[in-house]
């Protein structure tokens, strides 16, 4: 089937701490990954993005390499500020025929403490 | 840059009520999608669509009803509010190569 699957949260860190946020998948084929980023009382945005197995996604930091052998795309940042503070969603496209649809994790709320 | 606008950030109705929520994209993309936000449960599809005029159920259609008739615009409807409707509701686009999707800021409904 299509799943995605990350890691509960909440997860609580102290600014400047290193950030991994597991996320695995499941598939046939090689589908884009993404991790969506939602910041308090705002809609869902693109974060970083990776179309192909060995791809990395990069932006503000925050990076996810796309792993076809152990199917995941963890997010990691190397030093965390409280403006990171936000949930992030995990999520894969499913496309049938030509009709596309995106597949998101539950979601991973992250706190950063000053 | 794509833009998806949903008509109110924040509602409150009473039970029993008929509520539509608008969702309007402006670049000429053909999927759309409704889905709510709970905790606990992340995003759950609720209804989307792949050309006016047409719809298909997502996962928890149940109490719910969408219009397409125009392509830029889909429109949610609770047919009779319930207070288990109460949530965020995100409208989504998906387009470009590779696709991706693209959200409204949400509306965040009160059923009272």
Known sequence: ?114 | DVKVTQSSRYLVKRTGEKVFLECVQDMDHENMFWYRQDPGLGLRLIYFSYDVKMKEKGDIPEGYSVSREKKERFSLILESASTNQTSMYLCATTGGNPSEAFFGQGTRLTVV
């Open chain 1, 1 to 114: 089937g299509n799943s995605v699957t990350q890691m509960e949260g909440p997860v609580t860190l102290s600014e400047e701490a290193f950030l991994t946020i597991n996320c695995t998948y499941t598939a046939t084929g090689y589908p884009s990954l993404f991790w969506y980023v939602q910041y308090p009382g705002e809609g869902l945005q693109l974060l970083l993005k990776a179309t192909k197995a060995d791809d990395k996604g990069s932006n503000k930091g925050f990076e996810a390499t796309y792993r076809k052998e152990t199917t995941s795309f963890h997010l990691e940042k190397g030093s965390v500020q409280v403006s990171d503070s936000a949930v992030y969603f995990c999520a894969r496209a499913v496309t049938v025929n030509r009709d596309d649809k995106i597949i998101f994790g539950k979601g991973t709320r992250l706190h950063i403490l000053p």
